[in-house]
Structure formats: C-alpha cells, structure tokens
C-alpha cells in the first residue's frame, strides 16, 4: 500500500481536504469568498436527501473535489474519503493499488466505521449508511493506456487484470454485506460514469491541443480537451472570428462539428452570455481524435461520441428477477430510482424534476 506520508508526483494521497487558499472566488455578500465545488451545484443532489430524512450516506472518490456531492448546502455526506489519485503513478498496477483503498472504504461502511483520513460531519457513521457508494479507476487507465487489441477489439491482458480486480472488489463487497445481513435488502447499482474514445485502436490520432486554442485567432481564456473541446473566449464578440478560424483549420483539427451560438442553446448545453459555466464554443472531432500532448494514452473521455457515451448499467438485488433491457437508458434515472427504494421521494430531486427523468425499467 502507498505510504500517504510520501509527496508522490508532488501530491499527497491525502492532503487533509480542499485547502480555500487553493480555491477560485467569487464575490458573496459584498464580499470576496473562496467557493468549494459543492457549492457550485444548482440544484440538490440524492446525498442532501437522504441526509435531511434522517439517514446516513458515505462516499469515496479520486479527489477532494468530489465535496460536490454534498450539494449546495454542504450537508450532504455523512462520510467522505477521498485519496488522491493524482498521487499515484498512471499506470494499471499501482491504481489497483490505489482502488483497493476504495474497496477498503466500502467494507469499513458496511461495518459502520469511518476510514481513517475521511471527512466526517457530525458524529460519523452510527451504522451501514442507507446509501454509500464509490469508484474504480483501474479499468478506466487501462483503457487509456492499453485499451482494446487493435483487429479483434479483443481485451488486452492489462484491461483483463484491471477487469479481474474489479470483479474480485465487488466479490468483497457482496460478501460484506451478506456477513453483515443486509444483502438480501441491499440494491447494489454497478454504472459506468464514461465510456473512452476510440474504442478501436486503430482510429486513434492525437493533436496538440495548443492547435485548437491558436486555430481560433483569438484570445481564449479557457480551454478543457480531451475527445472534445470547449473553449471560453476572453471576449465573446470575438466569437465570429473564432468559429471562421476554426473552421479554416477543420481539415488539420479533424473537427467533426463546432457548436455555437443559438445552436449551443438548442442543443441544451446553456446560454454562455448569461452563463460564466457554458463554453462559448463546443468542438467535436472526428471519432478517434484526442486533443492532447500526450505520448501514453491511446484513447479519452468527455466527448459526444458513442463510444464514451454509450456505457454499461447493471442493478442487482436478490428478489429481481433476471431482465434485460434493451431501449434507450440514461444514468440520469439512477438517482430518482435510489430515492423510490428508500421510500424516498423522486421528485425531491431538483435536477430529476426539471428534466422530467423516469425511474429505471422495474421500479
């Protein structure tokens, strides 16, 4: 296990949490504050729900800044642990490594106990929190970096390791629970947050995101790439300007679409003139493109693509029966169905209400 009083990559695993002097900020009643990420949420999340009926929740992640599912009002965790994977060196080994913090997290929530190096509110975990839950990350690197046998699209033997452990976890997870006696009541919920993009190796090509940003002809105050781009312009009249140079550069940024303007709006991304959180300019490119200076990894997420869109949802209880559902699923229905199990109510949840999402097939 990694030593957490080691600086590694100029990281430590645990940091003690955000520190505010590190944070963005914001003016708030006159005054100049840093402001945590959960507070930069819009509408609640399952965590304050389940919080405010009086349950406990507990969470584990890959950085501090997962604080923001705590929701706007910052109550909404029990238990938080968040070791930093950025700490850790990006290959498949040590993330499983890594994970099995995540994994060792999980059993001390069954058993009711609180990892050492958490955040804790209040007086912590009196008992298996109603609604605890976390990630894996090994599977994710060994996509990027190993990623599928270029032909077959058959696994590689990394992506088979990383598989093998996570199978192994939930294996330990489900024993947890059933020592504990609360398997038979338990909904265990398995969903990817992301696909990667290019699943077939053989379409990968990588641009130095630096070509986007001056392809533009403008000033760009932000720029996120990975399988896509979303570009802040330091001047949103300069918008005209930007889209013409990029479209010069399509052929040299392999750009599949550039979405703009009344188009972005349509398109339910927001409105950037009267939204600081909505990119001016959302850059697609074509399938296997990674905008990155990177000389490591084969494949991304963050895209429009299917191939880290389309992801895989399994939900698990022994009085289910075995169903396969074949039409169109998003995770959003996640959240609402969680509440609907707890007895909770669905359209407590902002977020779920204003995007009129329906619970999963069966509940």
């Not at 290959?91 to 913090?101: F, K, P, S």
Request: hydrophobic share 40%; net charge negative; proline share 5%.
């Amino acid at each position: 296990m990694y030593d957490e009083s080691i600086d590694y990559n100029g990281t430590k695993l645990f940091s003690g949490g955000i520190n505010p002097e590190n944070l963005p900020q914001a003016i708030r009643n006159g005054k100049c504050q840093a402001i945590y990420p959960h507070e930069r949420l819009r509408v609640n999340t399952i965590w304050e729900i389940i919080e405010a009926s009086g349950k406990e929740t507990a969470y584990t992640d890959k950085h501090p800044a997962y604080d923001l599912v705590r929701g706007p009002s910052g109550k909404g965790l029990t238990v938080g642990y968040f070791p930093e994977i950025a700490a850790v060196k990006n290959t498949v080994e040590a993330t499983i490594t890594y994970d099995q913090l995540h994994v060792d997290a999980f059993l001390d929530f069954i058993g009711g106990k609180s990892p050492a190096n958490s955040e804790v509110q209040g007086k912590g975990l009196t008992g298996t929190p109603a609604l605890f839950g976390g990630n894996f990350q090994a599977v994710s690197v060994a996509q990027k970096m190993s990623g599928y046998v270029n032909g077959s699209l058959a696994f590689t033997p990394k992506l088979v390791t990383a598989l093998d452990f996570v199978d192994a976890s939930l294996g330990k997870v489900v024993a947890g629970l059933k020592a504990k006696g609360v398997y038979e009541e338990t909904l265990i919920i398995v969903a990817s947050k992301h696909g990667q993009a290019p699943i077939n190796p053989a379409l990968f090509r990588a641009i130095n995101p630096d070509l986007v940003t001056s392809s533009t002809g403008v000033n760009v105050s932000h720029a996120t790439t990975d399988d896509i781009a979303l570009l802040w312009l330091e001047d949103q009249k300069a918008l005209t300007t930007a889209v013409a140079g990029l479209n010069k550069a399509r052929s040299t940024l392999q750009i599949q679409d550039i979405i703009y303007g009344d188009r972005l709006v349509d398109m339910g991304f927001g409105n950037p003139l009267t939204d600081p959180a909505v990119p001016d300019i959302i850059i697609r490119p074509e399938l296997g493109v990674i905008y990155t200076s990177s000389k490591s990894k084969i494949a991304e997420h963050g895209g429009l693509s299917d191939d880290d869109r389309h992801v895989a949802c399994f939900v698990s209880n022994p009085c289910l029966k075995k169903t396969r559902v074949s039409g169109h699923i998003t995770t959003r229905r996640v959240a609402p169905t969680v509440l609907k199990v707890l007895g909770l109510s669905p359209r407590a949840l902002q977020g779920a209400v204003a995007e009129e999402v329906a619970l999963l097939e069966g509940f």
